[in-house]
């Protein structure tokens, strides 16, 4: 709860107005979550209260702007806002009703700490768009040398006077004044053909154009009008918005100047006026908020093992056929990291990829032990070559590798030598026949 005090504005007549607001923070956010500030509004339980500066048509606006200073991780001020339109017609000091309440945001983009501290209020009043009769015998319409100014009150209908009413003189300087809020106003009259010249002027300055003659028509030609009121004969406007003094006086002896009622005008404002600005201050202790706003949550880590959809230990099943009938090796590899045959398996290595659905292929060493039983047995020959294997299988391992290097040995030496004799015998023979 945060206790204000308004002063100047529509606090009227140097009064102070009593705000009792409610202030709405939040202290944790996460980064993305908007930063909503608020204040509720209401009268504090005494007898003051803003008020209407002047006469305005229904539409007027209340306007109420918040501050909220930010310090820390972010610096900057948050100025919430809220308006209220007011229903009625609004007379001087008309009681005027504030919005429920005002608010405002900021995105958070990044983690952090800050502190909110609510400060000043102000209150504005917007008036309508619009424009406002003033009749002639309002009271803040002043007649100067009143004696010489007549008041003709009921006059018919069929005359057209603004209120069915009337003030005239013929009395060459008399004059009368009106004080008027607006952009604008409007001079109305009857038309008639024992009127003569008024004179304008506002805020005590000659107006342009700085009179009518009554008893003409607009394009200046004399009137056959006797009596023809409610009429618009002159009007003003591009007054910046603020108070501003009429005055209307009969510039010829003898002919009638007469007044029916002033239109005042006011166009749409795009700023509220300054003078109507009521500023509100903190009256009890200062307060701050701090809010803590933290990252969103992080995303899901990868699986630590890697472990892929494909099947890590592929099933392969070499089998080893040997010349010799007696020496059969079954080797069959059921794909666990530790196979129980003779040869040895190197297992692949399982990727991080957890959706890989590729089979690996492992590579498959095969060590077979053949025990041959004639002198020079065959190798074995691999009918399923595992990946990285030799094309043309693997020669026989053990003692037995002496043996058939020797007997091979044998063979190519014994070639040889029958080789040269067999020449010999040739060429003997060659001799024999030369020699018969």
């Known amino acids: 709860m945060v206790d204000y005090a308004c002063t100047g504005g529509v606090a009227l007549n140097g009064s102070t107005v009593n705000l009792r607001t409610k202030v709405s923070i939040p202290t944790t956010l996460t980064v993305g979550e908007p930063l909503n500030i608020g204040w509720k509004l209401g009268y504090k339980q005494d007898p003051t209260r803003f008020g209407s500066p002047d006469f305005f048509a229904p539409g007027a606006k209340v306007l109420v702007t918040g501050n909220a200073q930010l310090s820390g991780s972010w610096v900057g001020v948050l100025q ?88 005239r003189t013929d009395k060459v300087n008399s004059w009368a004044s009106f004080t008027f809020t607006g952009t604008g ?23 342009t154009p700085s009179f009518v003659d009554a008893s003409k028509n607009p394009d200046g030609t004399p009137t056959n009008a006797a009596h023809e009121g409610g009429l618009t004969l002159w009007r003003f406007n591009g007054l910046k918005y603020g108070e501003h003094t009429i005055e209307v006086k009969n510039l010829e002896d003898g ?24 500023t509100c201050s903190l009256v009890s202790a200062p307060v701050s908020v701090d809010v803590t706003i933290s990252e969103a949550g992080g995303s899901q880590s990868p699986d630590p093992t890697g472990t892929g959809t494909g099947s890590p230990s592929p099933t392969v099943s070499p089998t080893v056929t040997p010349t010799n009938p007696t020496a059969t090796p079954s080797n069959t590899h059921t794909g666990t990291p530790t196979p129980t045959h003779t040869g040895t398996t190197t ?28 002198p020079t047995p065959t190798a074995p020959q691999v009918i399923i070559t595992p990946s990285g294997g030799a094309q043309t299988g693997e020669a026989p391992q053990g003692s037995s590798g002496l043996g058939l290097l020797g007997a091979g040995t044998a063979m190519v030496t014994g070639s040889a030598l029958g080789g040269v004799a067999l020449m010999r015998r040739r060429a003997a023979h060659a001799r024999g026949q030369r020699d018969s």
């Not at 290595?349 to 032990?369: I, W």
């Open 255 to 278: 002919k009638w100047a007469q007044l029916d009622a002033f239109r005042v005008i006011t166009r749409e404002l795009q700023n509220p006026p300054n003078e109507y600005r009521a």
């Open 347 to 374: 297992p692949p290595v399982t990727g991080v990829n957890s959706t890989s659905t590729s089979t690996p292929k492992p590579t498959l060493t095969v060590t077979a032990t053949v025990t041959p039983t004639r």
């Open 80 to 167: 919430p806002k809220g308006s209220l339109d007011q229903p009625n017609q609004l007379q001087p000091g008309s009681i005027l009703r504030l919005p429920e309440g005002i608010s405002d945001s900021a995105h958070t983009d990044r983690a952090g700490t800050l502190k909110v501290s609510p400060r000043k209020l102000f209150v504005d009043f917007i008036p309508p768009a619009g424009e406002v009769m003033v009749n002639d015998d309002d009271p803040r319409v002043s007649y100067h040398a009143a004696a010489d100014w007549a008041y003709l009150g009921s006059e018919p209908l069929s005359i057209g006077d603004y209120g069915r009413d009337l003030h």
């Open 185 to 207: 106003i409007e001079y109305v009259a009857r038309r008639s053909n024992e009127a003569g010249k008024v004179g304008f002027r506002i805020d005590g300055q000659d107006a």
